[in-house]
């Protein structure tokens, strides 16, 4: 490893960090900290690298960012930054679902992400890092009206893609593809989404996101499946595991106190479904996480706004 990335800080989960705000949209504009390990939240990730490159392992495959790619991946993936160049700046937000099912996106590329595969376009311009600037700013104005124009510009930027040539990694080079998603089927799902957000840790089944999505509960978890590639029941598991992780990261208290409170009934099920995701126990996870020395933090901005 090279001398100067000896000294390196690395990730540390802020109080109201991603993993633990698996309901919030967050815009970044920053210079990041190589993680530790590899973590998931249950956003999609966008990313414009204003500067440098990155090198990410994602669940399946591994891509290096350079200078000028915009890029989107599913972060309920498991993902882990590993290396990155000394002078990497990148931009970008973490968007809930029921933000991402209301892009008008190509029903491929969506159902694409939502399997693991992550989006690579190089057709950007000069436009793009002042854009990018202006909407973290505007996000962390604590003006409302900026607040909300940041996040629709920065949705369009999103929804333009289509229109360019990208990539869908692992997988064959894709042009923009016809077609866009069910428009029927899209306003179940964000009310689902909606549903699930609020209420993620407490009981809930899909009886009731069925209620409250006005839907038969099969329907319900017909339509969902189609359009995440995941259960109901799968989805409501990986927000509490990703509220559950951030848990583990920062805090004192004993696993089955972070099983209970993240809306586990059990420390079974919990350990059961951490794994499966994690590929290791609860215990394991925050051992392995912790495990580094300390190291001194080197002079970054980090920005992140719930919104």
Known sequence: ??????????????????????TELHMFHSSPLVMKSSHWHVQVEVNFIVKGWAHYKMSGHEIRFSQGDLTLFWGGQPHW?????????YAGGHLPLVHF??????????????????LITQETDDSDPINFARWNNYARSGDPLKAAMAVDELLLRIERIRFSSYDLLPGPCNAAGD????????????????????????????????????????????????????????YINLMRLSFAQAQLMRSEQSVLTIAMESGFGS????????????????????RDVRSRPPVSVLPVVVHRTAV
């Open 101 to 118: 099912f209301r892009l008008r996106l190509p029903s491929e590329m969506q159902a694409r992400l939502m399997q693991g595969a992550t």
């Open 267 to 286: 420390l079974s099920a919990f350990n059961k479904a951490f794994r499966r995701v994690a590929g290791k126990s609860p215990t394991d996870f925050r």
């Open 81 to 89: 930054l590993d290396d990155a160049s000394d002078d990497l700046v």
């Open 1 to 22: 490893m090279a001398e100067s990335k000896i000294s390196r800080a690395y990730y540390e989960p802020l109080v109201d960090g991603v993993e633990g705000l698996p």
């Open 179 to 234: 077609g866009g998603p069910d428009h029927h089927i899209t306003p179940i799902i964000v009310r689902i989404c909606e549903f699930v957000a609020d209420n993620f840790l407490e009981d809930i089944d899909s009886f009731d996101i069925a209620v409250a999505a006005d839907i038969h509960p099969k329907y319900a978890m017909a339509v969902f499946k189609k359009s995440t590639g995941m259960t109901l029941n799968e």
